[in-house]
């Protein structure tokens, strides 16, 4: 199974930016689709975004359509989350998943592995 750690969350104002990291370690020899899903308070968790083992192919979940983007880096197992224009709703624990197999699958029960997330808060 993979590790997964997840870097660069914070707070920011309203209308600010942030850029998540996640880090894959362990059985990276094996192809994996990571994504990206947000767990806010009352809320269950949500699709954000998640990318394909090569990157070519990225899905774009409804809450983050507009404002974020996901980009690979497979040569050092790592994966961003673009998030741009934030807004207080958008606060929440980032999540980190990976998945065996290529696709980016928007469902978190496909990913077997998980992070320990990343708290990201939007200030009004």
């Known amino acids: 199974q993979v590790q997964l750690v997840e870097s660069g969350g914070g707070s920011v104002q309203d209308g600010g930016s942030l850029r998540l990291s996640c880090v894959a370690s362990?059985?990276?020899?094996?192809?994996?689709?990571m994504g990206w899903f947000r767990q806010s308070p009352g809320k269950e968790r949500e699709f954000v975004a998640a990318?394909?083992?090569?990157?070519?192919?990225?899905r774009i979940g409804d809450v983050a359509k507009g404002r974020f983007s996901v980009s690979r880096d497979t040569g050092k197992n790592t994966i961003f989350l673009h998030m741009s224009n934030l807004k207080p709703e958008v606060t929440g624990m980032y999540y980190c998943?990976?998945?065996?197999?290529?696709?980016?699958?928007?469902?978190?029960?496909?990913?077997?592995?998980w992070g320990a997330g990343g708290q990201v808060t939007v200030a009004s």
């Open positions: 990318i394909g083992w090569s990157g070519a192919s990225t």
């Open positions: 362990g059985r990276t020899d094996r192809r994996y689709a």
């Open positions: 998943a990976g998945a065996l197999g290529g696709s980016p699958w928007e469902d978190g029960v496909e990913y077997g592995g």
